[in-house]
């Protein structure tokens, strides 16, 4: 979970009020943070730092000593700051004068998207750019996939003539001088002798073109996402006019970063003005993007539905002070129609900072907070229940058995991986395959649709095992399927995997024909063309009609893909179609 350190003096002074440390602990749950060390006291107070972990990371606007202070003051009960004074909407964009980025077309399959926003009118403190630091890093590592997805810098506006202008350069042939540095490196040579080259210099290295942020005059901003240039990318304190760019390929969570850095600012009583960012393509929002953009969509919820959740029997202005206490506001509320009785239709706008409403029970989870977890009276159950297994779970128990009988080795396996596993290595189409929205890596980004995948990972680290290897998975896939409301399926399924120099397809069907027999089904088998397997060695299994599975000989691109250098049979099956 993210850590932030915040300046205690700093943090006090946006949130308004004092609190000791027990009070702050206890005031910090509707931040769903806690206090993760407590500094010491005998340090003055103005260099006293507040370690603050926060248990959940879809709240990036949290990420940060404004974030969590604003949270804690609206919660308290403070009024919501006039953020409209500098956000452009649909239908509304605010004039940005000369304050124009150009983007480049080549950049397009290079690193396509950015938004930059500028903030004037006080100088910057030393509490404050250790703050902008730490949001920088936690919105780019955490947020932004290490940089991958997202990245920010910061300039000195004064020294910079507009229009910028974001372009594809050849690596080879552009050089600048890079913070840190006095004399000037090309691009490639960053990626290899410059710290920050090494850290993420693997998000460039396979680019034919470099990006580069470059001011009116040709003056260096920065190569996007690595370093800035010692020139222009040099923000000290008391610089009072700051330009603040962020680069990547989300339009969405780009401008959510943007609006959390513009609001943090605003909080602090800098003036927020906008700047355009000219694509020549389309990013999601247009191609003319002017930031900060309130982009969020509204979400509706119904009052009994709260109620239900919750338990409780909040009036309609209950429920929207807690939802003003979290930052969010209703725009409407409205009568609608229910089975029984008439109800309130509830539909909230949330604040610029936020994205994180993707349905009713979000919202639900807001007034809880709002309302303070502490002001639900606990309650002893009312009824009394006696627990039980589900009939899939001792089927599943059952097959396991048999499948330890067989001579396999049970295992257990994560169920979020990457597209290489899931979909590149098994040769897989993945217009089926659930992909997470904002995957905080890209080694998490998909759920997986079927097992076998996972086996073969497990046999590419097993190489100096004995062989035979025999090994097993009973667990759950998941895959798109429009016939549910959920727009997907999860299904529980059995596969195994045999690596050694004799796995061949008689052995496999052997062994489908034991478990199946055991199970008390009887089936046939058809010729099928799963990627997966060699085409001529391999069988679809059907029982009473209906297709529950696959199995033969693994195809050796399959094996190749893995780095498996030993021969394999793998089998999986749908247990839910065999209850």
């Known amino acids: 979970m993210p850590k932030i350190e915040v300046n205690e003096n700093m943090f006090f002074n946006v949130l308004g009020k004092k609190y000791d440390y027990d009070t702050l602990e206890s005031k910090l749950t509707c931040a769903k943070a806690e206090l993760d060390e407590k500094p010491d006291t005998s340090v003055p107070q103005s260099e006293r730092t507040l370690k603050i972990e926060l248990n959940d990371t879809n709240r990036p606007d949290l990420w940060s000593t404004n974030g969590v202070a604003r949270q804690l003051a609206l919660h308290a009960g403070a ?22 980025v150009t983007v480049d077309a080549e950049l397009k399959n290079i690193r396509p998207f950015m938004v930059a926003f500028v903030i004037s009118g006080k100088a910057i403190d030393d509490a404050m750019l250790k703050d902008i630091i730490q949001t920088q890093e936690k919105l780019a590592w955490n947020f932004g996939r290490k940089r991958k997805s997202i990245s920010m810098g910061v300039y000195r506006v004064a020294d910079i003539a507009f229009p910028v202008h974001y372009k594809a350069v ?105 700047v355009r960012v000219d694509h020549p393509y389309e990013t999601g929002l247009g191609t003319s993007v002017v930031c900060p953009y309130y982009f969020q969509p509204t979400t509706t919820a119904r009052l009994s539905h709260i109620n ?67 002001a639900f009276e606990p309650e002893a159950p009312s009824d009394f229940t006696i627990g039980r297994l589900l009939p899939i779970t001792e089927f599943s128990r059952k097959a396991k058995t048999l499948m330890v009988g067989l001579g396999y080795q049970e295992m257990i396996f994560n169920y979020v991986g990457s597209k290489r596993d899931y979909v ?144 394999c049979t793998a089998c999986e099956i749908d247990l839910e179609l065999l209850m």
Not at 84 to 99: A, C, H, I, T
Not at 468 to 494: M, S
């Open 424 to 567: 590149d290595n098994m040769l897989l189409d993945s217009a089926r395959v659930i992909e997470i929205a904002n995957p905080m890596s890209e080694n998490y980004q998909f759920i997986r649709p079927e097992i076998i995948s996972s086996l073969l990972r497990a046999e590419s680290k097993s190489a100096n095992a004995q062989f035979p290897h025999k090994i097993f998975e009973i667990g759950k896939v998941a895959y798109l399927c429009e016939e549910e409301n959920t727009g997907t399926r999860t299904r529980q399924h059995l596969a195994f995997l045999t690596a050694g120099s004799s796995a061949n397809f008689n052995d496999a069907a052997s062994e489908v024909a034991a478990l199946l027999y055991f199970l008390d089904h009887t089936y046939n088998v058809r010729e099928s063309s799963d990627a997966r397997f060699i085409a001529g060695r391999q069988a679809a299994i059907f029982v009473n009609g209906v297709e529950v599975g696959a199995f033969g000989e693994v195809n050796p691109q399959v094996l190749e893909n893995w780095a498996v250098t030993m021969p």
């Open 308 to 374: 239900k959740m919750l338990g409780s029997s909040f009036t309609e202005s209950e429920v929207k002070d807690a939802l003003y206490r979290m930052g969010v506001s209703v725009v409407e509320a409205r009568i609608v129609a229910s089975s029984s009785d008439s109800d309130i239709e509830l539909t909230i706008a949330p604040p610029p900072y936020r994205n994180d409403f993707l349905h009713e029970v979000d919202v639900i989870e807001d007034v809880m907070i709002g309302r303070d977890v502490a």
């Open 170 to 274: 050849d690596p080879d042939t552009t050089s600048f001088v890079p913070l840190q540095c006095t004399e000037p490196m090309t691009c490639r040579q960053i990626l290899t002798e410059h710290p920050k080259g090494r850290d993420y210099g693997w998000i460039l290295q396979d680019m034919k073109k470099f990006p580069l942020l470059i001011d009116d005059k040709g003056e260096v901003m920065s190569m996007a996402p690595i370093i800035n240039s010692a020139t222009l990318g040099a923000v000290q304190v008391g610089d009072t006019g700051l330009m603040v760019e962020l680069t990547g390929d989300n339009m969405e969570n780009l401008m959510l970063s943007a609006n959390i850095v513009a609001c943090d600012f605003a909080d602090n009583g800098y003036e927020i003005l906008p």
């Open 79 to 100: 009024q919501h700051a006039n953020y409209d004074v500098f956000l452009s909407r649909s239908g509304s964009v605010k004039d940005v004068g000369n304050r124009v």
